[in-house]
């Protein structure tokens, strides 16, 4: 790591990247990736180093991406045993539980490899092996790190399923890549309550007949029901075994995760992220972009069940030697000074959130804030969504004190890592809501309808032109709807999904997804998922749903709902059907808003016009386009007039 003198305060030449050294950099990156990518995978400590870089294709009869090979390392010996040497008694892991009266935890590098080591060991025992499957799901725990690590030190591919699914949508990724195992806890204290992990996974594995065996860790010590045999309890296994496991010797592209995320259209997709690429490119982005220097106290709010948990809380920060806070809970809990406090506590001078917690934390006022000292921060972070610049002012106000620098960073399940931001040294007027320029080796592109690339100031889609190495490579199982989902629509080009404008200094404002993926808090939801867990429920014969703007989530789900013919619309089914689907994906998948709909707008050839759904949501009745290609007009006066108020 260079530039290890920069201090808090961050004075601009201790930053890694200045103006003058982003733009050789990245024209580097950009006219020879091959010497660029070669240079920068040396980051790593591989077993056997590569000789080939870059081998990759967006050409849709051919979609292909390979980064370095021919190399072989592991990552789990990256991201703890290069760093025995030099910094085994120093914090890894700083844990944060949900409860401020119980005492947080550090783990030092040497733990981190015992305690890794010991679950590698007992998934041995449990019969995974290298290329099995394994799903975690987990609250946020230090084990829950502990068990990424023990699967990319044997080899086997882990799943995470964010502990707030619910049992069907767990069960449908434990069949979805086939898992042998799955790693859980006995229940997930979040907020003040507890969600029951290990019967939600009995309950995922009710039908199952393929004895998929769990080991749990024991969080709070409350009662679960057992399934003998197949179940085994964390703490008594970890005796059996030896806290020393030799790490696998894995190809760069063997497979190291899999996380289902929502699309348009279907199940969600398996994304599947492979070894060496994904690895260089987590450390090297955490790294440049959070300014990351030794002895900072490095924070990202995420949770291990997505994608930001995966590259900006485990890989990217431990591939760096870096100290990661795991925190267990939420910020408004038990007030709404909860995520100052553990600043202050642990004086992180990284700090990385998303939009919907600055908004609900914006919504108490500034009294939580000036509660805390806050002069340990130096950076701060934003991904998951836009911000608006009301909540990136009130974050720079509030937080950083006005000399924070602000990361507000884009990038994608599919990405592995940040792909657009502003690096801290390279930001000279902050411009908010902009997440301004590519990171080194990204080739932005903003498209018309037609594919066409767009010059200068304009707006469209956003589309990479170019791979980077921490792009996913397949999807699980389904290689064909890798290539339909991404390299179809535009041919040539990876396909973001999400909207952009590029000002005229060539900075780049992202607009939102132009699919039918709506974005809850931060959180991917393919409008298709809850329909069909709507229309599963009997009384439902057809429904619709669009998101619309809401204050604090980003967008809010918005149902519209056809109920079969006879079954009256009372207050009590519109509950029951919020429950309903509640429980069929999970809380995040709750409805805002459900709209009784006696007919919803369609084609004459029978498709649903969601734009005109769109619009009546936002009450936005003058612009509703043209409704004379609809079988039947007279359906729109009808939802105006029901317009539900939010
Ligand atoms: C990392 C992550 C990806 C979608 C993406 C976009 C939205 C993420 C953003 C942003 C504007 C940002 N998104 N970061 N929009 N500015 N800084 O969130 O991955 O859960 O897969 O969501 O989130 O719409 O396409 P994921």
Same mark, same amino acid.
């Given at each position: 790591?260079?530039?290890?003198?920069?201090?808090?305060?961050?004075?601009?030449?201790?930053?890694?990247?200045?103006?003058?050294?982003?733009?050789?950099?990245?024209?580097?990156?950009?006219?020879?990736?091959?010497?660029?990518?070669?240079?920068?995978?040396?980051?790593?400590?591989?077993?056997?180093?590569?000789?080939?870089?870059?081998?990759?294709?967006?050409?849709?009869?051919?979609?292909?991406?390979?980064?370095?090979?021919?190399?072989?390392?592991?990552?789990?010996?990256?991201?703890?045993?290069?760093?025995?040497?030099?910094?085994?008694?120093?914090?890894?892991?700083?844990?944060?539980?949900?409860?401020?009266?119980?005492?947080?935890?550090?783990?030092?590098?040497?733990?981190?490899?015992?305690?890794?080591?010991?679950?590698?060991?007992?998934?041995?025992?449990?019969?995974?092996?290298?290329?099995?499957?394994?799903?975690?799901?987990?609250?946020?725990?230090?084990?829950?790190?502990?068990?990424?690590?023990?699967?990319?030190?044997?080899?086997?591919?882990?799943?995470?399923?964010?502990?707030?699914?619910?049992?069907?949508?767990?069960?449908?990724?434990?069949?979805?890549?086939?898992?042998?195992?799955?790693?859980?806890?006995?229940?997930?204290?979040?907020?003040?309550?507890?969600?029951?992990?290990?019967?939600?996974?009995?309950?995922?594995?009710?039908?199952?007949?393929?004895?998929?065996?769990?080991?749990?860790?024991?969080?709070?010590?409350?009662?679960?029901?057992?399934?003998?045999?197949?179940?085994?309890?964390?703490?008594?296994?970890?005796?059996?075994?030896?806290?020393?496991?030799?790490?696998?010797?894995?190809?760069?592209?063997?497979?190291?995760?899999?996380?289902?995320?929502?699309?348009?259209?279907?199940?969600?997709?398996?994304?599947?992220?492979?070894?060496?690429?994904?690895?260089?490119?987590?450390?090297?982005?955490?790294?440049?972009?959070?300014?990351?220097?030794?002895?900072?106290?490095?924070?990202?709010?995420?949770?291990?069940?997505?994608?930001?948990?995966?590259?900006?809380?485990?890989?990217?920060?431990?591939?760096?030697?870096?100290?990661?806070?795991?925190?267990?809970?939420?910020?408004?809990?038990?007030?709404?000074?909860?995520?100052?406090?553990?600043?202050?506590?642990?004086?992180?001078?990284?700090?990385?959130?998303?939009?919907?917690?600055?908004?609900?934390?914006?919504?108490?006022?500034?009294?939580?804030?000036?509660?805390?000292?806050?002069?340990?921060?130096?950076?701060?972070?934003?991904?998951?969504?836009?911000?608006?610049?009301?909540?990136?002012?009130?974050?720079?106000?509030?937080?950083?004190?006005?000399?924070?620098?602000?990361?507000?960073?884009?990038?994608?399940?599919?990405?592995?890592?940040?792909?657009?931001?502003?690096?801290?040294?390279?930001?000279?007027?902050?411009?908010?809501?902009?997440?301004?320029?590519?990171?080194?080796?990204?080739?932005?592109?903003?498209?018309?309808?037609?594919?066409?690339?767009?010059?200068?100031?304009?707006?469209?889609?956003?589309?990479?032109?170019?791979?980077?190495?921490?792009?996913?490579?397949?999807?699980?199982?389904?290689?064909?709807?890798?290539?339909?989902?991404?390299?179809?629509?535009?041919?040539?080009?990876?396909?973001?999904?999400?909207?952009?404008?590029?000002?005229?200094?060539?900075?780049?404002?992202?607009?939102?997804?132009?699919?039918?993926?709506?974005?809850?808090?931060?959180?991917?939801?393919?409008?298709?998922?809850?329909?069909?867990?709507?229309?599963?429920?009997?009384?439902?014969?057809?429904?619709?749903?669009?998101?619309?703007?809401?204050?604090?989530?980003?967008?809010?789900?918005?149902?519209?709902?056809?109920?079969?013919?006879?079954?009256? $619309?009372?207050?009590?089914?519109? %509950?029951?059907? &919020?429950?309903?689907? *509640?429980?069929?994906?999970?809380? /995040? !998948?709750?409805? #805002?808003?459900?709209?009784? $709909?006696?007919?919803?707008?369609? %084609?004459?050839? &029978?498709?649903?016009? *969601?734009?005109?759904?769109?619009? /009546? !949501?936002?009450? #936005?009745?003058?612009?509703?386009?043209?409704?004379?290609?609809?079988?039947?007009?007279?359906?729109?006066?009808?939802?105006?007039?029901?317009?539900?108020?939010?």
């Amino acid at each position: 790591m260079s530039d290890a003198n920069a201090t808090a305060g961050a004075k601009k030449a201790g930053f890694h990247i200045d103006q003058a050294k982003y733009e050789r950099m990245y024209a580097d990156s950009i006219s020879n990736p091959e010497a660029f990518w070669g240079e920068h995978g040396k980051r790593l400590d591989w077993i056997k180093p590569y000789t080939k870089v870059k081998n990759t294709s967006f050409a849709y009869d051919n979609v292909s991406i390979k980064w370095f090979e021919d190399g072989t390392l592991n990552v789990s010996a990256n991201c703890i045993d290069r760093h025995l040497a030099t910094r085994g008694d120093q914090t890894a892991i700083i844990w944060e539980a949900d409860d401020p009266n119980e005492t947080p935890q550090h783990i030092s590098y040497k733990e981190l490899h015992a305690q890794t080591c010991k679950m590698a060991n007992v998934l041995k025992a449990m019969g995974v092996g290298k290329g099995d499957r394994v799903v975690i799901y987990m609250p946020m725990i230090p084990e829950a790190a502990y068990a990424m690590l023990a699967c990319a030190r044997i080899g086997a591919i882990h799943s995470i399923v964010f502990a707030g699914f619910s049992p069907d949508a767990l069960g449908a990724r434990i069949n979805g890549c086939d898992a042998k195992v799955v790693i859980t806890a006995d229940h997930a204290p979040r907020g003040g309550r507890k969600t029951k992990l290990k019967d939600n996974v009995n309950q995922a594995l009710l039908h199952d007949t393929s004895d998929v065996k769990c080991l749990v860790v024991q969080r709070t010590g409350d009662q679960v029901a057992w399934r003998r045999d197949l179940d085994f309890w964390w703490h008594e296994e970890a005796e059996k075994v030896s806290a020393d496991c030799p790490p696998e010797e894995m190809n760069a592209e063997d497979p190291l995760f899999i996380l289902y995320t929502s699309g348009s259209t279907g199940m969600p997709k398996g994304v599947v992220h492979t070894t060496g690429g994904y690895l260089t490119y987590a450390s090297m982005t955490h790294e440049y972009i959070f300014d990351y220097h030794e002895g900072d106290i490095y924070w990202c709010t995420a949770d291990v069940g997505w994608v930001t948990g995966h590259s900006y809380i485990v890989y990217g920060p431990l591939a760096n030697g870096a100290t990661t806070l795991m925190f267990e809970g939420v910020p408004t809990y038990p007030d709404a000074g909860r995520f100052w406090q553990v600043c202050e506590r642990h004086k992180v001078t990284q700090f990385y959130t998303a939009p919907t917690a600055i908004r609900a934390l914006m919504g108490k006022g500034t009294g939580p804030v000036e509660g805390s000292d806050l002069s340990s921060l130096r950076i701060l972070g934003s991904v998951g969504e836009p911000i608006n610049p009301e909540a990136w002012n009130w974050y720079n106000e509030n937080v950083g004190k006005g000399k924070c620098p602000i990361v507000d960073t884009w990038w994608q399940t599919e990405t592995g890592g940040i792909l657009i931001t502003p690096l801290p040294g390279v930001i000279d007027t902050p411009k908010p809501g902009s997440a301004t320029k590519p990171f080194f080796g990204v080739k932005p592109v903003v498209l018309d309808d037609q594919g066409n690339e767009l010059d200068g100031e304009t707006s469209g889609v956003l589309a990479l032109k170019d791979s980077w190495p921490g792009q996913m490579r397949t999807v699980w199982g389904d290689h064909s709807r890798f290539v339909s989902t991404y390299f179809e629509m535009f041919k040539g080009y990876y396909f973001s999904g999400d909207g952009c404008r590029r000002d005229a200094d060539g900075d780049y404002w992202i607009t939102g997804r132009v699919d039918d993926v709506i974005n809850v808090s931060g959180h991917r939801m393919g409008t298709a998922e809850v329909e069909s867990a709507l229309v599963a429920h009997a009384t439902v014969s057809e429904a619709a749903v669009v998101g619309y703007p809401h204050d604090i989530k980003g967008q809010g789900i918005y149902c519209y709902v056809t109920l079969m013919d006879g079954v009256e $619309a009372t207050e009590a089914l519109r %509950t029951e059907l &919020g429950n309903w689907v *509640r429980q069929e994906i999970g809380p /995040i !998948a709750k409805p #805002d808003v459900i709209q009784w $709909a006696p007919g919803l707008p369609k %084609t004459r050839s &029978g498709k649903i016009m *969601r734009r005109i759904l769109r619009k /009546i !949501a936002e009450n #936005d009745f003058d612009s509703l386009g043209d409704t004379s290609t609809l079988a039947d007009p007279s359906v729109v006066d009808e939802l105006i007039a029901n317009r539900t108020k939010a």
